[in-house]
């Protein structure tokens, strides 16, 4: 995580401010505009009395001096009457008529296309820069001993109702967002059923990657199943047939642009196709997004369990919500609540079976779509610096404390 990008939240919410208050003064003088049209009447500029023409030259000179220079009319407008010419006018500057036609993207409609532009690169550019093999640019990797299991920790529910000892022995929160007790009332979260209602036929649990292209150190170029996508895959059969809970393995490739790395759309990409999965699949009940994550190569997330090298994983939930600024409307996410239930339970099963397999829950201001289903993970399963066998022991444990917490 980079700490510039978490510094320049704050600007950024100021900057979108800025153009939503001048989103409304062209708003305002549209609507007043529309109104003196009408009241005018469906006559043509020529043939109006010197008032109207009078009243109508002042609108229009000082729409262009001021925040709609586009907006002119001509008396040779091939007939078009003042009346249409107006409202066609307003509907071109406010998108209404194309938010009823679905032409734009429901959660854009009070944000300028620029700034939610660059909240969506912020948003999928969150993990550290990495070359196509998946080294991080400008480090060499150091070899470093697999680290013993710690100490089983405390998960006593009186223990987890203590907000101070839960967030700093399960959670990292991210300098650009904030949460209080309020929000992460282990006692409410922990009670939370997550369990499947397996009283319905059809898949219960999707699997994507929103970063695909993610490999590991002793990766083989060109092998699919050496990468985080072939992780997803091997958790897929693991899901499926050593614990018979029906998962489909989303293969989409969403951060390659023209055949070059590109995430900066990757989240946006994703989107409309997982919704299209989810329609089709009305059983799903869990989502996974599943990464790898980026840390310098100086860095080994590996732990020994049971005597097997394994990768360390991290859950990550996005609060859509800034420190300086509060809650992100236009990445707004009903299921907040769910999803910080679902990771903390998952949290939990880990802590108690093997101490040190996860790190702390990771919690960061944007949404990374997680607002798709109230059972929905971002999963950061090791790094560039794990090889692909730490990578598969961690996909048992996971598939394992996914059955902890989701089967009756």
């Not at 590996?302 to 990550?316: L, R, Y």
């Amino acid at each position: 995580m980079k700490c510039a990008e978490n510094r320049q939240v704050g600007v950024d919410e100021l900057k979108q401010s800025k153009r939503i208050s001048q989103i409304l003064i062209i708003v305002i003088l549209c609507v007043l505009i529309l109104y003196l049209g009408l009241y005018i009447g469906d006559v043509r500029i020529k043939d109006t009395s010197y008032q109207q023409t009078q009243l109508s030259s002042f609108l229009m000179s000082r729409a262009k001096r001021t925040c709609l220079p586009g907006l002119s009319y001509s008396a040779e407008d091939g007939g078009t009457s003042f009346r249409r010419w107006v409202a066609e006018s307003a509907m071109d500057i406010i998108p209404l008529g194309a938010y009823v036609e679905e032409q734009l993207p429901v959660d854009t409609e009070i944000e300028d296309r620029e700034t939610y532009e660059m909240i969506l690169a912020k948003q999928a550019n969150d993990e550290n820069a990495v070359d196509a093999d998946g080294n991080l640019i400008g480090e060499e990797p150091e070899t470093k001993p697999v680290q013993a299991s710690p100490a089983a920790i405390d998960t006593s529910l009186e223990k987890l109702k203590d907000f101070e000892y839960l967030t700093s022995h399960f959670y990292t929160i991210d300098s650009s967002t904030s949460i209080d007790a309020a929000q992460l009332d282990a006692e409410k979260l922990l009670n939370k059923n997550m369990k499947l209602d397996t009283s319905k036929e059809g898949p219960k649990v999707l699997i994507y990657h929103t970063h695909s292209q993610e490999a590991f150190q002793d990766s083989r170029e060109g092998e699919t199943s050496d990468t985080i996508m072939g992780m997803g895959a091997y958790l897929t059969k693991l899901l499926n047939e050593t614990y018979g809970i029906s998962t489909i393995h989303h293969e989409g490739v969403y951060d390659l642009i023209n055949g070059k790395s590109d995430r900066s759309k990757a989240y946006q990409l994703a989107e409309p196709q997982i919704q299209k999965i989810l329609k089709e699949n009305p059983s799903i009940e869990v989502v996974i997004d599943l990464h790898r994550d980026g840390v310098a190569n100086t860095t080994h997330l590996v732990t020994e369990i049971d005597g097997k090298p394994t990768a360390q994983i991290m859950f990550f939930n996005g609060l859509s919500r800034t420190k300086a600024n509060g809650n992100i409307a236009y990445l707004s996410n009903p299921y907040i609540e769910d999803n910080l239930a679902f990771s903390l339970q998952m949290q939990i099963a880990a802590a108690k079976a093997w101490p040190g397999f996860t790190r702390h829950i990771y919690l960061k201001s944007y949404r990374y779509n997680m607002h798709l289903m109230p059972k929905a993970l971002l999963i950061e399963a090791g790094a560039q610096t794990n090889t692909v066998e730490e990578m598969k022991n961690a996909m048992v444990l996971l598939a394992d404390t996914l059955d902890r917490v989701l089967m009756p």
